[in-house]
């Protein structure tokens, strides 16, 4: 087995479930000028698929969490868009203007004050903001200090992209802003807010609190898990990275050659391809270990027909967790249950 097998795309939908047809119809897409398969992703602004406006620029864009996080950490402008809204704005390059392409529509009606003690948990907060804000657009204040040098950069845009997509899942946000991070974060600050804004402060007690709303939807409550879903939205190259080391380290620390369940990553094909030419023999240790990539959709194979029946999936990812019966837990709890096959009691 070579590294380069890493590349290599498993099917993981069975053709009755329309697999092949949404393929032939990506081939078809990419005749008419989409981008080549390889770049097909929801997190499109990676570096290596390169889909970054400059901020101000006018798009139109439809994937909750590219809308969420284009808005709010490129700076870009763009409305949520239904899937038939956007293939004509593609057709006549207009997009209607309104919304959060508005100078008005861009302001924020609620102040989220972080207080955690620590670093929050990402995609909880984003999961909390969401359900508390709904379609409003929120400012947070107290989560700048995690940033180096007040700076995203594409070794910690993770935790925008966990946080954000979050808060489109169990909401509708399309725009957030963080005060001293993002572009009008920190160019108006809290000069984005409403007269009459509302405040949600989010402390420790506030995170412990959302987090046992995390409901069981396995029906085997007390089964154990069959497989990892990490990636949702896709892997960053940092991101396929850590979880390399971090799995691999920990069957290596102990003495197991193999997970003990199957771990599907999902990231965009060129951000594997980056990563097989940069780190080889970690894609080996990956792939020996039982760590498959792939660039589909984790959520949307959650939801075909029997998935909840035949798979007790565990994941990182707050997005996922809104919409599916895959079960949420912290990275390192998370790393625990792959190296185990169990959760913790």
């Not at 479930?17 to 032939?24: C, E, I, K, T």
């Not at 572009?183 to 402060?201: A, H, N």
Request: charged content about 20%; overall charge positive; some cysteine.
């Amino acid at each position: 087995m070579t590294t380069t097998d890493f590349i290599r795309v498993p099917i993981l939908i069975p053709y009755s479930h329309g697999f092949n047809s949404a393929r032939q119809r990506s081939c078809s897409a990419a005749r008419l000028g989409a981008p080549e398969l390889n770049k097909r992703s929801c997190a499109c602004y990676v570096k290596e698929v390169g889909n970054a406006p400059e901020p101000g620029t006018m798009v139109a864009w439809a994937e909750s969490s590219a809308v969420n996080y284009g808005n709010s950490v490129l700076g870009i402008r763009t409305n949520r868009n239904g899937a038939g809204i956007d293939l004509i704005c593609a057709l006549t390059a207009k997009a209607p203007y309104f919304g959060l392409m508005t100078d008005e529509g861009r302001q924020a009606k609620w102040l989220i004050d972080v207080k955690t003690s620590k670093t929050p948990d990402w995609g909880v907060l984003g999961t909390a903001v969401g359900r508390k804000v709904v379609e409003d657009v929120p400012l947070y204040t107290g989560i700048d200090k995690y940033f180096e040098g007040g700076e995203v950069t594409e070794d910690n845009l993770h935790l925008l992209k966990a946080m954000g997509s979050a808060s489109a899942a169990s909401g509708s946000v399309g725009l957030y802003h963080v005060e001293n991070l993002t572009p009008e974060g920190k160019s108006k600050g809290r000069k984005l807010l409403v007269k009459d804004f509302q405040t949600y402060v989010y402390d420790d007690a506030e995170e412990q609190k959302i987090i046992k709303t995390f409901g069981n939807l396995w029906p085997e409550k007390d089964g154990d898990p069959t497989a990892a879903f990490i990636g949702c939205p896709h892997n960053t190259f940092y991101e396929t990275l850590k979880w390399g080391k971090l799995i691999t380290e920990a069957l290596e620390k102990a003495g197991k050659e193999k997970t003990a369940i199957p771990v599907y990553m999902f990231c965009a094909n060129v951000v594997k391809i980056a990563f097989v030419e940069q780190h080889g023999e970690l894609a080996g240790k990956m792939l020996k270990a039982g760590m498959v990539s792939t660039p589909m959709c984790g959520v949307t194979w959650a939801g075909t027909k029997g998935f909840s029946d035949r798979v007790r999936g565990v994941t990182n990812s707050a997005k996922t967790r809104n919409y599916s019966s895959i079960r949420y837990f912290p990275d390192q709890t998370l790393v625990d249950i792959i190296v185990t096959g169990k959760v913790p009691a």
